[in-house]
């Protein structure tokens, strides 16, 4: 069985920028294997603009962003194979993967990487009533059908779901000559970004239906309308206040989803809440020299923090197969509390973390003029102001190993969302 240092599964943003940086961290020998035909995942159909301005400071377009990664590992002659799925990860780093070229091939890895990246929560999972007619896409597949294949799916659009691919979407569709009736969204708040609110809704005239959902869908070939009600707090239809709107399709833009059967079948623990690996400060699953970054670990709402998190995982997997990094010796908990649903990383070492540690994490619900609060056990150790925290948007704290130095008996570090 042919050895590799690093092995990693998916050529997205988060493969690449982990390549480079691991790279960078002294290990020349590394794979990459990507199932498409092309590196730069998902990116390769996100043709809008917007993406690197943390990155790059500039604005790109995802084909651009990927570029910019494609080219540095380019510049490094890091190998990939394209065309090759991953089968399967055994708790021993042992990759089975697929190819017309190789047939079936294993490589015994010392790390591997994971950075499959998400998919989309189907319509199966919606439970809307109705026939399955002709014409219900999800937003991923009508943005691929538009921006690579070269077809629209319909002309008269409503959309379910205001994730940020649905809102993308709505303009899009626009831009190509559809009208595109509303956005209905279930919750009280839109699960994407302020910003592609404004773009791609508020600049087009689309309305935003906050606490609505799709009741019923007509048309058995072909969808030829859809009814839309109100929801209550419970989230159930309110009897009165259907409404009636005839359209040639329908576009779903409810989640993403981890793509994480094969980290399952390793052994990786996933979060609950997340869907993705459960992780240490390393990027690190409980399976030791398996790490995971980008949206494969949970969904990210902007690239560059993709690129961001993946060269960690990069540099740390690197320092492991150095033998610079064993296991944990000591693991304070993460706690999210308080209207925060998660934390990534969701334990840490303090003796590993460097000079800072990035965490990562989402709220659950609309906060206005609250503050993030930090606790050290239970002494909070810092308390920011922020005007709106939305669930469509990450947000991250910082935490310093000098912090940490000053806790030498720390146990429980809370993240938590305070009134004041
Ligand atoms: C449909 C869709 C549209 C999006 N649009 C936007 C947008 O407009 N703006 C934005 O900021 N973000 C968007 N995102 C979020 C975007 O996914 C992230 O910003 C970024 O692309 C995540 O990078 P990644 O490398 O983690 O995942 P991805 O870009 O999804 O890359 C993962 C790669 O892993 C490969 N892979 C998966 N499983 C295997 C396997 N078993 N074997 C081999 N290869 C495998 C995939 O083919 C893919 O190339 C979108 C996401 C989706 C799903």
Do not use: W
């Amino acid at each position: 069985m042919k050895q590799v240092d690093i092995v990693i599964v998916g050529g997205g943003p988060a493969g690449l920028a982990a390549a480079v940086a691991a790279y960078d961290n002294g290990i020349k020998d590394i794979l990459i294997l990507e199932r498409d035909e092309q590196l730069g995942g998902i990116l390769n159909q996100c043709i809008h603009n917007g993406f690197g301005l943390h990155t790059f400071k500039e604005e790109l377009t995802g084909p651009e962003y990927a570029d910019r990664f494609i080219r540095q590992a380019a510049q490094r002659s890091i190998p990939y194979k394209l065309n090759t799925m991953v089968m399967d990860i055994s708790r021993d780093r042992v990759v089975t993967a697929m190819n017309r070229e190789d047939g079936m091939f294993q490589l015994q890895a010392k790390a591997v990487i994971l950075a499959m990246g998400c998919r989309e929560r189907p319509r199966g999972a919606l439970n809307i009533p109705g026939y399955r007619p002709a014409g219900i896409f999800s937003a991923g597949t009508a943005q691929r059908l538009v921006n690579i294949e070269g077809y629209m799916p319909g002309k008269e659009v409503v959309i379910l779901g205001s994730g940020d691919i649905g809102l993308i979407m709505a303009r899009r569709m626009t831009l190509e000559g559809a009208k595109v009736k509303l956005v209905a969204e279930l919750m009280p708040y839109s699960g994407g970004l302020k910003r592609n609110i404004v773009q791609c809704l508020d600049d087009f005239g689309i309305p935003l239906r906050l606490s609505h959902t799709v009741v019923e869908i007509e048309g058995k070939e072909h969808i030829t309308a859809v009814t839309i009600a109100e929801v209550g707090a419970d989230r159930k239809p309110i009897k009165g206040t259907e409404e009636r709107y005839t359209c040639d399709t329908l576009l779903l833009s409810c989640g993403l989803i981890p793509e994480n059967e094969l980290s399952t079948s390793a052994g990786v623990t996933l979060s609950p809440v997340t869907g993705g690996p459960v992780v240490n400060e390393s990027l690190e699953t409980n399976i030791q020299g398996v790490f995971a970054c980008g949206n494969v670990l949970h969904v990210h709402d902007l690239v560059d923090y993709v690129s961001e998190e993946a060269a960690k995982a990069g540099e740390t997997a690197a320092r492991f197969v150095r033998g610079e990094i064993a296991a944990p010796a000591k693991s304070v908990v993460l706690k999210a509390e308080g209207g925060v649903r998660y934390t990534v990383p969701s334990t840490l070492d303090p003796d590993r973390i460097g000079d800072k540690l990035t965490v990562r994490f989402r709220v659950g619900d609309v906060y206005k003029d609250a503050f993030v609060s930090v606790y050290f056990d239970d002494e909070r150790i810092a308390h920011k102001k922020k005007r709106v925290i939305a669930p469509g948007e990450m947000e991250q704290v910082v935490l310093t190993g000098k912090q940490l130095s000053e806790h030498p008996d720390l146990q429980t570090i809370t993240i938590k969302i305070e009134g004041e």
